[in-house]
């Protein structure tokens, strides 16, 4: 397994593994991209300039406070935690559903196929229009479209349901 700690760099941080774990705590870069085939993958106290990019095949991905304006992550399953991403969030998963905690963006993308997307987003439900989309499944909450809003929420599944809430202001 690799484990990068205590890092700060002014460029791109770049890391791979294959059969083997990753792991970056307390690091701080101009962006960065992390993948993993065959084991898991782990963001802690992640601050970023740029985006940040992420992917695992045959594995999961954690955040926990990881700040950035941007971030994509495609994975077989993820749990994103205290995290804020200023501009934007994108999150795609087959076959093992998204959880986040305390997710704070004003444009979050969530996206699973045959997995539950579950979890609480930073702010009030006012605060975004709301696109909910699932077959064979519950979602919660319903579309809401609400042009006044500052932020976007889009959650799509199949095979399973949706369960956000809100944690307020």
Do not use: C, W
Not at 85 to 98: D, E, L, P, Q
Not at 140 to 145: D, L, T, Y
Not at 150 to 166: D, E, H, R, Y
Request: charged share 15%.
């Amino acid at each position: 397994s690799i484990h990068l700690a205590d890092l700060a760099m002014t460029g791109e941080l770049t890391a791979r593994t294959t059969n083997a774990s990753l792991q970056a705590d307390r690091v701080e870069a101009a962006a960065g991209q992390f993948n993993t085939t065959n084991g898991s993958l782990a963001l802690r106290n992640g601050s970023f300039s740029g985006t940040v990019s992420a992917g695992t095949t045959n594995a999961s991905l954690k955040t926990d406070a990881v700040e950035a304006p941007e971030a994509d992550f495609t994975t077989q399953s993820v749990r994103l935690e205290n995290s804020r991403f200023a501009a934007r969030v994108s999150v795609r998963t087959t076959n093992a559903g998204i959880r986040v905690e305390q997710l704070a963006s004003p444009d979050i993308r969530l996206s699973s196929t045959n997995g539950s997307i579950k979890g609480t987003i930073a702010g009030s439900q006012q605060d975004y229009s709301i696109v909910t989309n699932t077959t064979n499944g519950s979602a919660s909450p319903s579309s809401v479209i609400n042009k006044q809003a500052p932020g976007q929420l889009n959650a799509t599944t199949s095979n399973s349901s949706i369960t956000l809430t809100f944690t307020g202001a």
